[in-house]
């Protein structure tokens, strides 16, 4: 059994309804060892023959069988592994792949192999030495005269180690010396006992050969045998195929992208302003929120929650109390995320006198976490025998009011005992300080002993529920909110609350969300982005038409070529992402540096989780805009690919 034959093949192109006949049925067999000559003139089929039994071209009617299987049937990925495996071609343009120099055209190839990386980058200098290019490895196809581009083609086809070389028209473009050369070498590839089957024009070329096969107008005109075939050697391969890795894509896509470096950096440095902008936006809302959380928090505690009992003036007058049981304080502690629970007593009209002033004070209660000891401006907070007072009122002592501290005062407090008759309660108290921003306060356990010497009931009319973290402050209102008791056959809420911290919690929300729209529309720009990347990588797809017919040739999938382009889309969303960020990093830095000096805070927050955000969304957005063209060049011809100039 021959190891290739052709069998009874018919292929026609179609022009409108017209029909070409390009082959009429074409039979023929190869074995290794050979140098076949297909001669004939232009416009003959060879090179449609030549495509056929390459395996990239499977529109055809007959059949090829290549080691008694058939490749007319044969789906793409077999198509492609049969030319991966089996096949080495060598073109008349040369078709090597300009950005790359020539050993990388001929390791190319060698990416398709399980051999280690040093032994392809070995192989494949072994190759250019075999085809006396020893001094140019580091060359580009630019670079080198036409003689030694066919040298190169011709060492990128044995690197896989195919049985089959194909050379369509493999002197056509040379002179009569590197002819003679390149023979030469067609020569010695089939003394190892490899099939060379070389398409030409010329006579000289086919009696090089060891059979001649003559082919016009699609027909075959004979055959002649102008010596036997080289003897075959019995060695096994000693290369073993697979397909391009993604890695192999990867590195590909790099070297690319730096033959192109100028053009692409400026993709890049467009594509990075969209990023920059989200980032700086994100960074912004989180810088203005926690100044103003800073602000609010310094005039305030936000983790404190005041509740009282909800009683209206009716259940009062009915004689119903308003004050908190160990029942309610218990439920209190009990709510997830409460770090504790202060037990307080809220006072109406509390007359302070010293010597002969006298100072009414609207507001008194004990003192909780709902003031802040930084509020007081001189002094300190209540402890037992003290009181704090408000700055009003110790100004109706001294008009310097913080002579007041430590003097003693005496404090009235009217309330009712068990037979709601009015009592009144008074006790010498030490001032411990005066506060400027809240209201002044006495220790809870000294009012309760002030209440107590009289026999007077006491318990807590609020309680300060202390909550571990600010925006687990909304949380546990709305759990107090929940606790219900009936009142009339009516559902209605067991407690009333005060505390800013929800509140605060709600402006951050706002403040977030502003800057989550002024992120989106800053966001357009990376709309602006794909646009951009999608572009490119068309004119990209255009630009490297012949490349990817030259990857077809060599084996590559159409997967393979999908992957080489979403490559690149990939490194430049990386790319643009990375500097980007470097960009908001440093608009942090010269925004912070001047905000700081004025207002004492650094007015841009951005977050390593911000950074992350905006390399993926980056490289999202680039893959993205990767699908149409990468599926673009994947379906493209191979056979019309290697066509185009």
Avoid: C
């Avoid at 709305?478 to 606790?483: E, L, T």
């Amino acid at each position: 059994m021959s190891l290739l034959e052709v069998r009874d093949v018919h292929k026609s192109y179609f022009l409108g309804n017209q029909e070409f006949k390009v082959l009429k049925g074409i039979n023929l067999q190869f074995d290794r060892g050979e140098f076949v000559s297909i001669l004939g003139e232009s416009g003959g089929g060879k090179s449609t023959l030549m495509n056929i039994i390459g395996g990239l071209d499977n529109q055809y009617d007959g059949d090829v069988v290549y080691n008694g299987r058939s490749l007319h049937s044969a789906k793409q990925k077999v198509l492609d592994a049969y030319r991966r495996e089996n096949i080495g071609f060598i073109f008349q343009s040369f078709n090597l792949i300009s950005h790359l120099n020539i050993l990388d055209n001929v390791m190319v190839s060698l990416e398709m192999t399980k051999l280690s990386h040093s032994k392809r980058v070995a192989r494949a200098k072994e190759l250019l030495e075999r085809v006396g290019l020893k001094d140019h490895m580091k060359k580009h196809p630019n670079q080198l005269s036409g003689g030694q581009k066919q040298r190169v083609a011709i060492a990128r086809a044995l690197a896989g180690d195919p049985d089959v070389i194909i050379a369509d028209e493999p002197t056509g473009a040379l002179d009569s010396q590197n002819t003679k050369e390149v023979l030469e070498i067609l020569e010695s590839i089939a003394k190892d006992g490899k099939l060379v089957i070389a398409v030409t024009h010329s006579q000289e070329v086919a009696d090089f050969g060891t059979r001649v096969v003559h082919l016009d107008d699609g027909v075959l005109h004979g055959e002649a045998q102008l010596r036997e075939p080289y003897p075959v050697p019995d060695a096994p391969k000693t290369l073993i195929p697979k397909h391009l890795t993604f890695m192999a894509a990867l590195k590909m896509a790099l070297k690319h992208m730096g033959y192109n470096l100028k053009r692409n950096l400026l993709i890049i440095f467009g594509a990075s302003i969209g990023i920059f902008s989200v980032i700086l936006m994100l960074g912004l809302g989180n810088g203005v929120t926690g100044y103003m959380n800073d602000q609010i928090s310094s005039q305030i505690n936000p983790t404190a929650i005041q509740v009282a009992k909800n009683v209206s003036q009716d259940q009062m007058e009915n004689g119903e109390s308003a004050d908190l049981s160990d029942t309610d304080y218990q439920r209190m502690k009990d709510i997830k995320n409460v770090k504790s629970v202060e037990k307080g007593y809220f006072l109406q009209s509390v007359k302070v006198v010293r010597d002969k002033k006298s100072a009414t004070i609207q507001a008194f209660q004990t003192w909780n976490k709902t003031e802040r000891a930084s509020d007081i401006k001189y002094g300190s907070k209540p402890g037992t025998n003290e009181i704090l007072l408000d700055e009003a009122s110790a100004k109706k002592f001294d008009k310097t009011y913080k002579n007041v501290v430590g003097q003693k005062v005496t404090a009235y407090v009217t309330t009712v005992n068990s037979k709601n008759q009015p009592v009144q309660i008074q006790k010498e108290l030490t001032v411990s300080g005066v506060i400027t921003s809240g209201t002044s306060a006495i220790d809870y356990n000294t009012l309760k002993k002030m209440y107590q010497d009289q026999d007077l009931t006491f318990n807590p009319n609020f309680l300060t529920v202390n909550v571990n973290e600010t925006q687990n402050v909304k949380d546990v209102q709305n759990k107090i909110k929940d606790f219900k008791r009936t009142v009339k056959n009516k559902k209605q809420a067991s407690y009333t609350i005060t505390g800013v911290g929800a509140i605060l919690d709600t402006v951050n929300t706002y403040i977030k969300l502003a800057f989550y729209v002024l992120a989106a529309i800053a966001g357009i720009s990376l709309l602006v982005s794909a646009i951009m990347i999608i572009v490119v990588l068309y004119i990209s797809v255009s630009e490297r038409t012949k490349e990817i017919g030259i990857l077809r040739a060599i084996g590559a999938r159409r997967k393979d070529i999908r992957n080489l382009f979403v490559s690149e889309a990939f490194f430049l969303g990386l790319f643009s992402s990375l500097l980007g960020s470097a960009f908001a990093l440093l608009a942090q830095w010269g925004a912070n540096a001047i905000s700081t000096k004025h207002i004492d805070f650094s007015i841009i927050g951005i977050t390593p989780g911000y950074l992350i955000f905006g390399v993926i969304i980056s490289v999202i957005i680039s893959l993205l805009a990767a699908f149409t063209p990468s599926r673009k060049a994947s379906k493209l011809d191979p056979v019309e690919a290697l066509s185009q100039e």
